[in-house]
């Protein structure tokens, strides 16, 4: 489990922030049901979710369903996690960035990777392990 300090606090984390730059593309769907895309920029990522950089004049509003999938030839990035590196992930807005006073819309989105519990269960059985077989 990752450690970091935020505003004098010690917060853990389920898995390590890399930071790491790659384009890649979101997709969801709006309150009207229509399919909507924006190409983004990851700045950090981890095992659980990313954080996206959104330069068009996208607004997905808080805890949204979007589909996450890295730019073609992208994928062979070892310091991806494998969910990206395989395509497509359903993923959820956990944070909205504030807004950019140019566009009055969001700088970003943090994105939580949605998984099967049992696969995330596993996840944390085979970490407990490691860290006690260390």
């Not at 969910?83 to 504030?98: C, D, F, I, N």
């Amino acid at each position: 489990m990752a450690e970091y300090q935020t505003h004098g606090k010690s917060v853990k984390r389920s898995s390590e922030r890399v930071a790491l730059t790659v384009p890649a593309r979101i997709t969801w769907k709006d309150a009207s049901g229509a399919v909507r895309f924006a190409s983004v920029k990851t700045r950090d990522i981890s095992d659980a979710g990313v954080f996206v950089e959104c330069e068009a004049g996208a607004a997905i509003p808080l805890y949204r369903l979007v589909h996450l999938q890295v730019e073609r030839g992208m994928s062979m990035n070892h310091q991806l996690p494998s969910k990206l590196r395989e395509g497509r992930v359903l993923s959820a807005v956990w944070r909205v960035a504030p807004c950019r006073r140019s566009t009055g819309t969001p700088a970003g989105y943090a994105l939580r990777f949605l998984v099967d519990p049992q696969v995330s269960a596993a996840m944390t059985t085979t970490r407990t392990l490691e860290a006690v077989a260390v």
